[in-house]
């Protein structure tokens, strides 16, 4: 069946450091990929998508790209800031219009 | 704008009682689903409602989980004779459309359960 695999454990770095969230996938057909996002003391929500092969997706700084042969929507953000210390989660759509989480990973940002 | 509003934000219960927890969607959304999440798991599915066509129901654990909602806006999730691993924090979420494609799901901030 359809699943995201993302990296274990949580991320910490410094401000202004370059963060990498791995996310790989395992689906049939062709999903579309989201990264939510959930910031302390709030609900999930929406950071990025790609709906096909190649598409990137941005917002707030950050950047993840669609990548088919490698299975890949990895999330970066070139300089984090301690506001975007939370929990992020990679998600892919399937054809029976439900959304297939992985994991999460926190990230914490240390001045 | 008002989001999805879920009650009880927390919820302690002994094992073997049963509970109802109750999510507001945002005014509009067709599409409404529960989701769990447990500590250091992901986010699983439970259940999908989308306008007046029959839920999808796949993602319900047992037969001791329920959901309903009614008039095509608020809906219950109902677990009876809770156990300890019922514990978890769960989601609701409403969608304006009928793809995750376009419409993006929004999220309450769940109701946390404690079977003790």
């Known amino acids: 069946g359809n699943s995201v695999t993302q990296m274990e454990g949580p991320v910490t770095l410094s401000e202004e450091a370059f963060l990498t969230i791995n996310c790989t996938y395992t689906?049939?057909?062709?999903?579309?990929l989201f990264w939510y996002v959930q910031y302390p003391g709030e609900g999930l929500q929406l950071l990025l998508k790609?709906?096909?092969?190649?598409d990137k997706g941005s917002n707030k700084g950050f950047e993840a790209t669609y990548r088919k042969e490698t299975t890949s929507f990895h999330l970066e953000k070139g300089s984090v800031q301690v506001s975007d210390s939370a929990v992020y989660f990679c998600?892919?759509?399937?054809?029976?219009?439900?959304?297939?989480f992985g994991k999460g990973n926190q990230v914490v940002v240390i001045p | 704008g008002a989001g999805v509003s879920q009650s009880p934000s927390n919820k302690v219960t002994e094992k073997g009682k049963d509970v109802e927890l109750r999510c507001d969607p945002i005014?509009?959304?067709?599409?409404l689903y529960w989701y769990r999440q447990s500590l250091g798991q992901g986010l699983e599915f439970l259940i999908y409602?989308?306008?007046?066509?029959?839920?999808?129901k796949s993602g319900l654990p047992s037969d001791r989980f329920s959901a309903e909602r009614t008039g095509g806006s608020v809906s219950t999730l109902t677990i009876q004779r809770t156990q300890q691993e019922d514990s978890a924090v769960y989601l609701c979420?409403?969608?304006?459309?009928?793809?995750?494609?376009?419409?993006?799901?929004?999220f309450g901030n769940g109701t946390r359960l404690t079977v003790t």
């Open positions: 005014s509009g959304h067709t599409a």
């Open positions: 979420a409403s969608s304006v459309g009928t793809s995750l494609r376009s419409s993006p799901l929004h």
């Open positions: 409602f989308q306008g007046n066509s029959a839920p999808d």
């Open positions: 998600a892919l759509s399937d054809g029976n219009n439900r959304l297939a």
């Open positions: 689906a049939t057909g062709y999903p579309s």
């Open positions: 790609a709906t096909k092969a190649d």
